[in-house]
């Protein structure tokens, strides 16, 4: 079967791809932002995930979904050198924003971190106030001027601001969890990333919660670009434009390593995906 | 005493009432060791509360020592009082910035190889008996040039620091990784992030840690004998000679057949004890408060 | 600014920053500067007291430490430690052996026999005994517990032992070792105490319930489980112990009464070497005799190293085994 044949007759997928999404422009008008080739990445020698290579596109939201332990973590905080923090933690490949290469250790990953954002999996706000959490990393990173309204305006991207707009002084903590959450993404946006990447930002929220997050990257993603690993997916399916399906490979001596099956439209990899692997997958018999 | 501990002979009821009857001698025993205890520090303080109260009166902070004199004339141990607080005042200053600055490096940068071989270093160094770290500080800078506040500050200094160190690295392990993480994500740069969002979490523990050590230090003799113990009678804030000190000063007293000094020696032992007394409980009211706030921030 | 005016920036602004960053250096050099110098004091401390003992290191070697001297007299100086390691091994030995089973007695009260409200505060009140300052208890010592001593507990023991040499003639002032004893005691208990109550709280209550539910009683069940689990700890607890009452100076030397002799009555006085030490800080004349003290502090100080060394040796041996204990 090519790719061309209609196959949502021959298969059940387990989620409904939504159809009032905006269809993707054809690929030569895509602007490619992350050039992934060959990635490994390893934890004390041993291969975490293997062999990816992908293109991120710029102003799409990008999910990244598998089972669990295929290496989707991993994976995205390659994206921004936060596995450097890990001290048995070593990659091999490339990758390259925006054309040039950020691995290796001549690349200063703090000035990586500025323009690649992240929000991770349960919110860790800063002990401060709601305001100070957003304004801190302002002041640090060089943007104070208009302070206030560069304040006010992350706080209204992440749909926040209604809701916080008389407490700003409150702590953050005083928030429920997904208004903390959303103050992170507000945090994160403020500093004007490039690319937000978002490890399963909405597992420890509520489904309304959840939706106000997937809302937000709807909204948002005019202006930064997404990254999404998530468990879900249901909520790849309705927030995601392009789906990377990462598979778990096994060799000999039990060991086992993370590998992109399948990278492609989201619309494509739930309706009609060219590997078997994904197949299984998205219509749930396995995984 | 069998070395498996519970004997078939402990089971069976045939002996229930012996082993009932031992079972009740040691609870008996336990406790009795407990009233001892108790009784001891009762006694201890009991005694130093009563005769001190009696001699305490306010020249004993406003009036300097009058040596050999056999009429009763208004004296008291103001120089001792005020270079108590030169003296640990100096201490706490050389010993808090380097004891945060070594847990700083043990919890943020150092592999663990290095972690464990400088806290055995530090924890050497507490085992050291203060008497030889008097010796110590009086070979390395006393002999020569003689004592000083100065020495005899860096002497209690080196009693303060493990202490001080110690309390900050378990305040900073309790620091959650996923604050570093989210600061560090943002692009801030490591040492922003360890002084802006880590340390900041720290200061009651710290606060904590070195109030304890102030209560531990403030009552020390041994380390100021050689180093700040032979003085005038006049107050003096200079740390460039030898100041006098409470604990120095108490145990000069307590040597002499005059039951005069031995009125000021309780005396001096009583503030001495209630001051401890009240900066050990502050810190404990501390560390109860910061453990709350920090459990309340999860 | 949106992120497409940011893109051509991103693409110019070179990433290839200074491979360290500076404040990051500044900071690592100086918190490890900091953690050098710690390190660095220790060795300092034994070096500086080698090199002040070194007058006498050289006059007299190692026949210093059994020789029973102690003379400053100009034309006869002689100076020797024999007196007062015997004096620190008679005083520790016997304050440890009175206040292991008193501090261990505490600890399993506090911890299995107290009522619940009873627990906080006894054991609030045995870490205020550690709180009061060495000095204090010296002062006690000397003008309560010493004519206690002398006018009714020695001649007490005297007239219904006194045919073991330990228990000989009552001392006349108070001052004794029988007296250094006592406060040593009364120094040591909190420590062992609090180290064996953590020990004891540490048992695990599956091995508790265990053996109660086999219809042992309380004090078996303590014997059979308890100190079987604890013992390592225990032990590194009396040696810390052991450690806080061999370098106790200053209350030692306030109750002592000081004297260069070996003799068996403990009613008799004597000095430690912590205690000689303390009590020569008027100053010495001769750098012998100035060498010779801190060649007393340099016994001193290899002694604690050892026993410090020792029981962190036992709790890191004690932590591994128990460590695996839990995860089966």
């Known amino acids: 079967m090519t790719e061309d044949e209609d196959v949502s007759t021959t298969i059940e997928p387990t989620v409904r791809v939504e159809t009032r999404r905006q269809p993707l ?167 004007e990333p490039d690319v937000v990447l978002m490890d399963e930002p909405a597992s420890a929220l509520d489904p309304i919660a959840t939706a106000a997050i997937e809302q937000l990257m709807n909204d948002l993603k005019s202006e930064y670009t997404f990254v999404i690993v998530t468990h879900n997916m249901q909520q790849a399916a309705r927030v995601a434009d392009m789906t990377a399906f990462f598979s778990i490979s096994r060799g000999d001596e039990g060991a086992r390593w993370g590998e992109l099956i399948e990278y492609d439209a989201t619309e494509k990899i739930f309706t009609a995906p060219s590997d078997r692997r994904t197949e299984d997958y998205v219509t749930g018999r396995f995984g | 005493m069998s070395s498996h501990g519970i004997t078939r002979a402990d089971m069976q009821h045939v002996h ?63 120089n001792a009082f005020v270079g108590s607080l030169v003296l640990v005042g100096l201490a706490t200053l050389m010993a808090l910035p380097v004891g945060i600055l070594v847990a700083v490096y043990l919890n943020e940068f150092a592999p663990p190889s290095v972690r464990t071989f400088v806290g055995l270093a530090l924890d050497v160094l507490n085992g050291v008996p203060a ?168 | ?98 206040a292991a089973p008193l501090s261990i007695g505490i600890a399993l009260y506090l911890t299995e026999l107290a009522p619940r409200f009873l627990r906080g505060p006894v054991t609030a009140l045995v870490e205020t005994l550690a709180a009061i300052p060495s000095v204090v208890i010296g002062l006690w010592g000397i003008l ?34 029988f007296t250094a004893i006592i406060v040593l005691t009364i120094m040591i208990l909190p420590i062992v105490s609090s180290i064996s109550r953590e020990l004891f709280l540490g048992v695990p209550s599956e091995l508790k319930e265990g053996a109660l539910a086999l219809g042992t009683t309380r004090w078996e069940m303590v014997r059979g489980v308890m100190f079987p689990y604890a013992r390592g700890g225990i032990a590194a607890a009396l040696i810390l112990g052991l450690g806080r009452a061999v370098g106790e100076a200053i209350a030692v030397t306030q109750v002592i009464g000081g004297g260069v002799f070996i003799h068996w009555n403990l009613f008799d006085s004597g000095d430690t070497l912590a205690s000689k030490i303390a009590a020569s800080y008027q100053g010495a004349t001769s750098k012998l005799q100035v060498g010779s003290l801190i060649y007393l502090a340099l016994i001193l100080l290899v002694f604690s190293l050892v026993m410090n060394l020792a029981a962190q040796w036992i709790v890191r041996r004690v932590a591994r085994r128990q460590g695996l204990g839990a995860r089966t």
């Open chain 1, 25 to 191: 422009p054809p690929r030569e008008r895509l602007e490619r932002i992350f050039g992934i080739e060959d990635l490994d990445a390893l934890y004390s020698g041993k291969p975490a995930i293997k062999g990816v290579t992908m293109d991120v596109y710029k102003n799409l939201v990008t999910a990244i979904i598998g089972p669990s332990g295929c290496g989707k973590s991993t994976y995205i905080r390659c994206l921004n050198r936060m596995n450097d923090l890990i001290p048995s933690f070593s990659m091999k490949g490339t990758i390259r924003y925006h054309g040039q290469d950020i691995t290796g250790s001549a690349v200063d990953p703090v000035a990586v971190r500025r323009h690649i954002g992240m929000v991770f999996q349960r919110p860790n706000p800063f002990p401060k106030s709601i305001y100070d959490n957003v304004a801190w990393g302002l002041k640090v990173l060089g943007l104070k001027d208009s302070l206030d309204d560069r304040v006010e305006r992350a706080l209204t991207q992440a749909a926040l601001w209604d809701e916080v707009k008389d407490r700003l002084k409150a702590s953050a903590l005083s928030l429920s969890g997904g208004q903390q959450q959303r103050l992170c993404i507000a945090r994160a946006i403020a500093v």
């Open chain 3, 1 to 98: 600014m949106s992120s497409a005016e940011l893109t051509p920036e991103a693409t110019r602004r070179p990433f290839t920053g200074p491979r360290v960053r500076f404040g990051d250096l500044v900071l690592q050099v100086v918190a490890g500067a900091a953690a050098a110098a710690a390190t660095v004091l220790v060795g300092l401390i034994t070096w500086k007291v080698i090199d002040g003992a070194w007058p006498a290191i050289t006059q007299y070697g190692v026949r210093f430490v059994t020789r029973v001297a102690w003379n400053p007299v100009v034309s006869h100086e002689l100076y020797g430690a024999g007196s007062f390691l015997f004096g620190t091994a008679v005083t520790s030995l016997l304050a440890l052996a009175i």
């Open chain 3, 144 to 177: 309560v517990l010493g004519p206690v001593l002398r006018d009714h507990v020695e001649p007490g023991l005297h007239s219904a032992l006194g045919f073991i040499p330990l228990f000989g003639a009552p001392s006349t002032s108070g001052s004794s070792m």
């Open chain 2, 131 to 298: 008497i030889v770290i008097g010796i110590f500080v009086f070979g390395l800078v006393v002999i020569g040039r003689g004592q000083s506040g100065w020495a005899g500050a860096f002497a209690l200094a080196c009693l303060m620091l493990p202490l001080v160190a110690r309390s900050t690295m378990e305040v900073l392990a309790l620091v959650p990784s996923s604050l570093r993480e989210a600061s560090l994500a943002l692009g801030v740069a490591r040492w922003r992030t360890t002084l802006s969002i880590v340390l900041p979490q720290t200061i009651g523990g710290v606060l904590t840690g070195t109030v304890l050590a102030v209560a531990r230090v403030s009552g020390e003799t041994a380390p100021l004998l050689f180093t700040s113990s032979i003085v005038g009678t006049q107050t003096s804030w200079s740390p460039f000679h030898a100041l006098q000190s409470v604990p120095v000063a108490i145990f000069e007293l307590s040597e002499s057949p005059d039951p005069q000094d031995h009125a000021r020696a309780w005396a001096a032992a009583l503030v001495l004890l209630l001051f401890i007394l009240f900066t050990s409980l502050a810190a404990r009211w501390l560390a109860t408060r910061s453990r709350r706030k920090l459990a309340a921030s999860r």
């Open chain 2, 16 to 78: 229930l009432p012996r082993r009932r009857r031992v079972n009740r001698l040691m609870e008996g025993l336990a406790m009795l060791a407990a009233l001892i205890a108790v009784g001891m520090l009762v006694i201890v303080v009991w005694s130093v509360a009563k005769r001190g109260a009696g001699a305490i009166n306010l020249d004993l902070i406003t009036k300097n020592p009058v040596p050999f004199s056999f009429e009763p004339v208004a004296q008291g141990l103001a």
